[in-house]
């Protein structure tokens, strides 16, 4: 059975998004994420927009501050505890935070387990369909983020989160999202969208060839 990719532009840089072949998303990378996926035109990969359609709407409402909760089918392979910890991600809120420590306890993990927890939410094939950005440390620190802080950050921000140079306590309610609107535009005849943020910002392409 073939998997389908196509490749997105959005005010975070590229993204790369993978499906089976029954339509559900597999994964969501970025250049230079640890993990990411990688991909490559063959008897598996196909290059293909169709099956992205709703997810390259739905992420475009995101980045406008028009969406708070996607709405997508998503099959992540995992550890079951790998599996549990994705899951206990999508039931943290936009504009809010939380915490390794609470997901540790959400997923009925012992503190000790908690470095565990970490290695799980940094293994999460979905980037921002499944919010592992809202996990912050218990000091109200960014700490790691597979997709780099600086994709955290403007998350963050998008979402209303940040407050000045920081971040708002762990559970704490957002700001007003951003309003603005980008304008999501697709290219004839090609695997890639674009979501195009008010600001431009320098294109980059995703790599999409495995050794």
């Known amino acids: 059975m073939p ?9 975070v840089g590229p993204l790369l998004l993978t499906a089976a072949a029954d339509g559900a998303l597999t994964s969501l990378s970025v250049p230079g994420q640890k993990g990411g996926r990688t991909v490559r035109d063959g008897d598996h990969w196909r290059a293909d927009p169709g099956p992205f359609r ?4 739905q992420l475009g409402a995101y980045f406008a501050g028009e969406l708070t909760a996607f709405r997508l089918p998503l099959r992540a392979e995992g550890t079951a505890f790998r599996t549990k910890v994705w899951d206990a991600l999508d039931a943290v809120p ?12 959400r997923v009925g993990a012992s503190r000790a387990a908690v470095r565990a927890v970490g290695g799980a939410i940094g293994a999460n094939p979905l980037l921002i369909l499944r919010p592992c950005h809202r996990v912050i440390g218990a000091d109200g620190s960014l700490t790691g983020y597979a997709g780099g802080l600086e994709r955290k950050t403007r998350l963050l921000a998008l979402e209303g989160v940040l407050e000045g140079e920081g971040v708002l306590g762990a559970g ?7 309003s603005h609107a980008p304008v999501i535009s697709r290219q ?3 695997s890639v969208s674009t979501l195009q943020p008010p600001e431009p910002i320098a294109d980059r392409t995703a790599a999409t060839a495995s050794p």
Do not use: D, R
């Open 172 to 178: 704490q309610p957002a700001n007003t999202a951003p």
């Open 54 to 57: 709703e997810a390259v709407a």
């Open 94 to 105: 936009y504009g809010t935070t939380t915490t390794y420590g609470a997901i540790a306890a």
């Open 188 to 190: 004839a005849n090609s």
């Open 3 to 11: 998997a389908y990719w196509t490749e997105v532009a959005s005010p």
